[in-house]
Antibody, heavy 116, light 107 residues
Framework: EVQLVESGGGIVQPGGSLRLSCAAS????????MHWVRQAPGKGLVWVSR????????NYADSVKGRFTISRDNAKNTLYLQMNNLRAEDTAVYYC?????????WGQGILVTVSS | DIQMTQSPSSLSASVGDRVTITCRAS??????LGWYQQKPGKAPKRLIY???SLQSGVPSRFSGSGSGTEFTLTISTLQPEDFATYYC?????????FGQGTKVEIK
């Protein structure tokens, strides 16, 4: 069974940093592109970032470019999202998503709140 | 960036109704489109991939069609568990973009 479990969320002040992790199991993690998608409270889904299988290519939404960094450790079956210089508008549930013909499997999500 | 215009933003329907939701892309995306269902407090679940392929385990009352710029999700006979919010997602080019969502409510 495919499982994606996010961790590392919480409350952080504006300008602060946070690193999200996503532990993957039930599939060959190193064979799949992985993504982060977020959803602000009461709002729609927004794609954030993607990383390919061997960490040679990454893509970001304009809203996070230069502040967020996606990475992965295939030996640990773990996806990361380093978030720096956080803003109030980054407050959202962040989902770790496996990428196959789009987004197929989703984690349960982790809440990040940026507030003073 | 490719804009995905989803309509309607909400609809009221009864159990047993046929429901159609549309997504229009601002430029051609071939069939690089998926449909997702999200219930309150839960992660989205994929229903349809590459525009018309049914995700394993998803009931056959869900179907997708379209190619290029116009796409449709159809629920042939609405069931009580189908009341949720539905999103389309284009994965043709980065940044990937979602439609704004369609909330299907009970009439």
């Amino acid at each position: 069974e495919v499982q994606l479990v996010e961790s590392g969320g919480g409350i952080v002040q504006p300008g602060g940093s946070l690193r999200l992790s996503c532990a993957a199991s039930g599939f060959t993690f190193s064979s799949y592109w992985m993504h982060w998608v977020r959803q602000a409270p009461g709002k729609g889904l927004v794609w954030v970032s993607r990383i390919d299988t061997d960490v040679t290519q990454t893509n970001y939404a304009d809203s996070v470019k230069g502040r967020f960094t996606i990475s992965r450790d295939n030996a640990k079956n773990t996806l990361y999202l380093q978030m720096n210089n956080l803003r109030a508008e980054d407050t959202a549930v962040y989902y770790c998503v496996r990428g196959l013909w789009g987004c197929d499997y989703w984690g349960q999500g982790i809440l990040v709140t940026v507030s003073s | 960036d490719i804009q995905m215009t989803q309509s309607p933003s909400s609809l009221s329907a009864s159990v047993g109704d046929r429901v159609t939701i549309t997504c229009r892309a601002s430029q051609g995306i071939r069939n690089d489109l998926g449909w997702y269902q999200q219930k309150p407090g839960k992660a989205p679940k994929r229903l349809i991939y590459v525009a018309s392929s049914l995700q394993s385990g998803v009931p056959s009352r869900f179907s997708g069609s379209g190619s290029g710029t116009e796409f449709t999700l159809t629920i042939s006979t609405l069931q009580p568990e189908d009341f949720a919010t539905y999103y389309c997602l284009q994965h043709n080019s980065y940044p990937w973009t979602f439609g704004q969502g369609t909330k299907v409510e009970i009439k």
